[in-house]
């Protein structure tokens, strides 16, 4: 009986619940009806301030701007060239319009960024560029988020792209970093047209499967890569960002992507083919096109006279030379300079008894630091030399003027890349142009792109392990001077459609319907 009457009472509460939660459902719609509201029209004031300021802005300068936004503009990488060649090319073209770079760097002037960039990449802007200097940079920084990484970086580039925003209201925005976050707050808050440069998708498939197959690589730490369960919550959380992900990317009026398989990324992910083109990074070939592959068209001469027993000597000559293995890249984890430096080690322990032996070889790794992370990279990386005993073979030159890049890479003999799914890879491209015979990794950009055959004939090298590194490495250097020549000779003429023209010419064609717009 007590039982039965206990029921009941729980009954009786558990009805009153349900009437109390019903009797909550009008006013809590209301409620939200009203707070949607608010919102909206607080979004709507700031978006009429913000495009009061503009007006304001244009009346004062006579005209419209474009601002381009890029938090690292002094990194002196590949993405750096990219804006420093859009600017000089929309300069040219539109004489009428005014040019803004948003970025984060601090401690150094407008002047000093720009003869960085001359230094660097030989550009120089035909007029002058307005920086509009960011305090929050932080925000984008990956060491500012331990976990959720991702997540935490893009809402921290909404931040970044608020703070760029208040500061100047342009007429075109265009994010030249991939920060696709920032679109939707230019679009619908600053009334802006928008353009991206996607350099590389900020979540991809294959991230994806690198989670799904537990493999612990480069983002995967390894308690997450050992348990089922928080690999399977990270592709969940993985496959939420890609949603976010793409509808933010969508906001753009006009997509560009650096090379086939970003292209596969973004079609998937951004959904909008009709605004997205490949356009192909700069690669300042012109400045190693021009060098003549001397010493090996000298020998082929010879040979062509007849002279063979001098050749011969010339052969031998070379042969006891020191062999130059170079590799140009940032100094960030994700160009695994680790996998070059093990592979080289592996390298002079098979030339231990060979022709020169240890003392015919040199590894020299050229690269940009951007911040103490890297400087600290760096430092391991000097440490894991020395652990494999060899410090006295590899050498580390940083943040390296345009000059002395160019003559290590004229000077070199093998131009290494190991970065797994490299998105593009100007390095790479600039090492062909150089006449430096180039193994790269077997993926990504370098795999599409880049290192492919040309006419038939052969341009490069691929690997993706130390052992394969280790053998292809030795494989060029057992080469003829004869077979490295013609695979040199395919490489520079395969590299031409990856000038600064025809980078130019792409970029412009594909900016052109919004450029168009400003004019008017």
């Not at 959720?148 to 580039?157: A, P």
């Not at 990324?265 to 096109?289: E, G, K």
């Not at 000779?489 to 459609?497: K, T």
Request: with cysteine; proline share 4%; hydrophobic share 40%.
């Amino acid at each position: 009986m007590a039982g039965h009457e206990h029921h009941h009472h729980f009954s009786l509460c558990f009805c009153d619940l349900m009437r109390l939660l019903w009797s909550l459902v009008v006013p809590c719609a209301y409620l939200s009806l009203l707070l949607t509201l608010v919102l909206l029209l607080l979004l709507l004031g700031v978006r009429m301030w913000l495009q009061g300021r503009r007006k304001a802005r244009r009346a004062r300068d006579g005209g419209p701007a474009v601002a381009f936004f890029h938090p690292y503009c002094n990194a002196g990488g590949g993405g750096e060239r990219v804006l420093w060649c859009s600017l000089r090319a929309l300069m040219h073209r539109y004489p009428g319009i005014s040019f803004v770079v948003y970025t984060g760097d601090q401690g150094v002037t407008g002047e000093q960024i720009l003869e960085g960039a001359r230094q660097r990449f030989n550009i120089t802007l035909p007029r002058s560029v307005t920086f509009v200097f960011l305090r929050h940079r932080s925000l984008v920084e990956a060491s500012s988020y331990p976990h959720f990484t991702l997540l935490g970086q893009s809402g921290g580039s909404m931040f970044l792209g608020w703070e760029a925003l208040t500061a100047f209201v342009p007429d075109l925005y265009v994010d030249s970093m991939g920060y696709a976050f920032t679109l939707p707050i230019f679009r619908y808050l600053g009334g802006c047209k928008v353009a991206s440069y996607v350099h590389y998708p900020t979540v991809s498939t294959d991230m994806l499967s690198v989670v799904r197959e537990r493999n612990p690589r480069f983002n995967n730490a390894d308690f997450i890569s050992r348990n089922p369960v928080l690999s399977a919550v990270k592709v969940v959380y993985y496959c939420c960002f890609a949603l976010l992900y793409g509808l933010a990317g969508s906001c753009s009026d006009v997509i560009m992507v650096n090379s086939t398989w970003t292209l596969g990324h973004i079609l998937a992910l951004w959904r909008s083919p009709s605004r997205t083109s490949i356009v192909y990074p700069p690669c300042d070939v012109r400045a190693f096109l021009d060098i003549p592959l001397d010493e090996e068209e000298d020998e082929e001469e010879v040979e062509e006279e007849g002279w063979e027993e001098l050749g011969r000597e010339e052969e031998e000559g070379r042969d006891r030379k020191c062999h130059s293995i170079v590799s140009v890249g940032q100094f960030r984890p994700e160009k695994d300079h680790r996998l070059q430096i093990r592979a080289f080690h592996k390298l002079l322990g098979r030339k231990e008894g060979g022709p020169g032996g240890r003392e015919s070889l040199r590894l020299v790794l050229i690269g940009g630091c951007r911040n103490q992370e890297d400087e600290e990279r760096v430092l391991m990386l000097r440490g894991l030399c020395q652990e494999l005993g060899v410090t006295d073979r590899v050498d580390f030159k940083l943040n390296v003027p345009f000059e002395e890049l160019k003559r290590e890479l004229v000077d070199a003999t093998i131009g290494l890349h190991t970065m797994w799914n490299e998105h593009f890879g100007i390095g790479v491209v600039e090492c062909m142009a150089a006449g430096t015979i180039v193994l790269a990794h077997k993926s990504g950009g370098p795999k599409l792109d880049i290192v492919v055959p040309y006419e038939g004939g052969q341009t490069g090298f691929l690997a993706d392990s130390e052992d394969s590194y280790a053998a292809s490495m030795e494989t060029i250097l057992a080469l003829s001077p004869s077979a490295r020549l013609e695979i040199r000779r395919n490489a520079r003429r395969s590299v031409e459609r990856f000038s600064d023209q025809e980078f130019e010419a792409c970029f412009l064609a594909a900016m052109e319907s919004l450029m168009g717009k400003l004019e008017r």
